[in-house]
């Protein structure tokens, strides 16, 4: 073996290397064939908001009841309506300038597509809709995330302050 300045001319080396390369090389390729598609995960921009100069909070505003959702003084609005089943992240921020809102996600059953209502709470009965996740509580200006796995169906996602949902804070996805 022959060396100059830490550099080695030595046959026996570079076929070792190159034979350890190659086979490191068929390792991974066939790792890789074993190993499962990735599926990209579906992100979904939510934005919480209300319009308080004119805070007529409706009652009558739940999924269902068939009132013109564009006089609402509070609503959800999404980057997506449709999205692929499987991994979803829900980025929610609350675009109010004063009031606290939140995000539940509940997939919707049934043939009108209705939430169990407490009206004397004022509030979905999330346990009884089967809630999947919320993005609890956030103050205005704030944010946060919820990342869920979603199969096919409609989802409501609304803010179950109590009065916000019947308000109309609410807007319906759909899962393929």
């Not at 739940?62 to 564009?70: C, L, M, P, S, T």
């Not at 609005?77 to 009031?99: H, K, L, Q, R, W």
């Not at 609890?136 to 009065?163: D, F, I, K, R």
Request: charged letters at 20%; aromatic letters at 6%; a negative charge.
């Amino acid at each position: 073996m022959q060396c100059n300045n830490l550099r080695c001319n030595n046959t026996n080396t570079k076929e070792k290397t190159m034979k350890f390369s190659k086979t490191l090389m068929a390792a991974a390729v066939a790792v890789a064939g074993l190993a499962s598609p990735v599926f990209a995960q579906t992100t979904v921009h939510v934005f919480l908001w209300d319009a308080m100069d004119s805070m007529d909070m409706a009652e009558d505003h739940k999924i269902g009841d068939g009132a013109a959702k564009a006089t609402d003084s509070m609503g959800i609005a999404v980057s997506v309506i449709e999205i692929p089943a499987g991994e979803v992240t829900f980025d929610v921020v609350n675009t109010a300038p004063d009031i606290e809102h939140e995000m539940v996600v509940t997939r919707l059953s049934g043939s009108d597509g209705s939430l169990p209502y407490n009206a004397d709470d004022m509030a979905v009965d999330e346990e009884a809709a089967g809630s999947v996740g919320e993005v609890a509580e956030l103050a205005p200006g704030a944010s946060g995330a919820l990342s869920v796995t979603l199969e096919p169906g409609s989802y409501a996602l609304y803010c179950n302050v109590p009065g916000h949902y019947a308000a109309g804070m609410w807007t319906v996805i759909t899962v393929k």
